[in-house]
């Protein structure tokens, strides 16, 4: 009996890509149940963007719809509760697969080829399938038959960034790895369709001339091994980056400092410090006046870069955070459903009697720990740039990046360039995290009690990221070509002074 299942199980996979495991009505009802728990009981700002009323009401349509399906596949609920998680509007709450549906996810066949975002209309590079190629830069009109507009709605609808940044789901929909919680591939497969065949109608690069071609689906793993062997694009290419680097160029007073990681890799990373106190000092040996600082890359992470970068930009005492606060101290009544691996059960409960925490009414307590590095107050660095600051950004400049951005502009004169933070201006719902696993469908979600208020916060539309003073808009010719249009406005501004 045994190995009759086996063989079946293995033709299930040949045939379709993967076997649909199924929730009776009551295991998806006692997930939905411990998620809609679970947010209402950690998450701070559940009710920020909605009334209690409008998100209970959601949770209740919802919880009618289960109420009536005798069953539901994993992967249906997973799309269920992604799309549910990113009404909350929050960028840290994360929804990732565990188990035998992790391992569904990431064995689905996809597209053999790339996809870029521009102005709402998705376009193909790369293609490493077999037979007839689409070419670089060609237009996707619809996939499967569903048109690209109605794709990436779908697909949005299932992606949970800060408030109302739309730059940096574009952005996620175009990322190629943490395949098991983000990018084209698994928010197609998740929200739109899981056909292994793709019939693709597509406008050929720089022609009005509209083509149907049928293209087979392949493991991301050997996509990628055709794209770095066909193409050298390896889309492992971030995590081996040096970061911090710069180059500085005396003819035209300017300097560039990139920010790609925040997280430190020992086996490729310079000494962070180190960097930017032999940058710093340079650019007042040299007197440069213009300093360019790319963090279009940076997704966050060590508050401690953050600090230290704004201690070399601004000449005051400075802290990253006003307060941080949080939603309650007391988490054993998730006990049940904590993900151990990544949290000890033990931490669940922050004794206040060391009064490192204090409370302000039911809902909210304030962080008095006196060796938070965001809430320290930093003595500037010995050498403090006094130029011009030119700040590239994107969408994925998010989390302690995108707070950084935003202590950068209330403290320098910095010109922005590029498209609006990945992160809200006022402070990301991040540090201290809470996992949760749904015990029926092994999904599991990360969320943060936490919220952190910046520092010399000023009026900003809430829930939005810094907006440019330079907006950024490329067309696929640029991306075809190589262009870096943020830099070379960077550069032309430079220039533009010396005229």
């Known amino acids: ?204 690069f720089n022609s009005l001339k509209e083509v149907t071609l049928t293209k087979e689906g392949i493991s991301a793993e050997e996509r990628n091994k055709l794209l770095k062997e066909i193409h050298q694009v390896d889309v492992r290419e971030w995590f081996k980056k040096p970061s911090p680097t710069f180059t500085i160029d005396e003819k035209n007073s300017l300097a560039v400092l990139t920010i790609s990681r925040s997280f430190y890799n020992k086996d490729i990373d310079p000494d962070y410090n180190s960097v930017l106190s032999s940058l710093f000092n340079q650019l007042e040996e040299k007197n440069i006046e213009n300093l360019i600082i790319d963090l279009r890359e940076n997704e966050g992470g060590s508050e401690h870069h953050e600090a230290n970068l704004v201690k070399h930009l601004y000449g005051k005492p400075h802290k990253l955070y006003q307060n941080i606060f949080f939603s309650r101290l007391d988490f054993r009544a998730l006990t049940p459903i904590i993900h151990t691996v990544e949290k000890d059960t033990s931490d669940l409960w922050y004794n206040n009697q060391d009064e490192a925490y204090r409370k302000i009414n039911d809902d909210l307590w304030v962080n008095n720990k006196p060796n938070v590095e965001g809430l320290q107050f930093q003595s500037p660095a010995e050498h403090v740039f006094k130029g011009q600051l030119y700040v590239l950004m994107s969408g994925i400049s998010f989390s302690s990046t995108s707070s950084l951005i935003a202590n950068i502009k209330n403290t320098t004169n910095a010109i922005f360039i590029g498209e609006e933070s990945g992160g809200t201006y006022e402070g990301p719902t991040g540090g201290m995290e809470i996992p949760i696993i749904l015990p029926n469908s092994q999904i599991m979600v990360r969320m943060s009690p936490n919220i952190q208020w910046i520092y010399l916060y000023q009026n900003h539309p809430i829930g939005r990221g810094i907006l440019p003073d330079y907006p950024i808009s490329y067309t696929i010719e640029d991306v075809i070509d190589g262009r870096d249009l943020e830099m070379k406005k960077a550069v032309e501004l430079i220039k533009s002074k010396k005229e």
């Open 1 to 204: 009996m045994r190995n009759f299942f086996l063989i079946l199980y293995t033709i299930c996979l040949s045939f379709t890509g993967y076997c649909q495991s199924m929730l009776s009505k009551e295991q998806a009802l006692e997930d939905f149940n411990w998620l809609t728990f679970s947010l209402d009981y950690v998450h701070p700002r559940l009710y920020k963007y909605e009334s209690k009323d409008i998100v209970q009401s959601r949770f209740d349509s919802l919880r009618n719809v289960l109420s009536k399906k005798d069953n539901i596949s994993a992967l249906d609920f997973l799309s269920l509760v992604s799309k549910l998680n990113a009404r909350v509007n929050c960028g840290h709450l994360y929804t990732i697969p565990q188990g035998e549906l992790e391992n569904v996810v990431l064995k689905k066949k996809v597209m053999p080829f790339q996809i870029k975002i521009l102005n709402d209309k998705i376009f193909a590079l790369y293609d490493v399938g077999k037979g007839k190629k689409i070419p670089d830069g060609s237009e996707i009109i619809s996939i499967n038959g569903k048109l690209t507009g109605e794709i990436i709605r779908s697909i949005k609808e299932g992606i949970a960034t800060d408030g109302w940044i739309e730059t940096r789901k574009d952005r996620l929909i175009e990322r190629y790895f943490f395949e098991s919680f983000h990018g084209f591939d698994l928010y197609y497969y998740l929200h739109v369709n899981r056909s292994s065949i793709f019939n693709i109608r597509y406008r050929k």
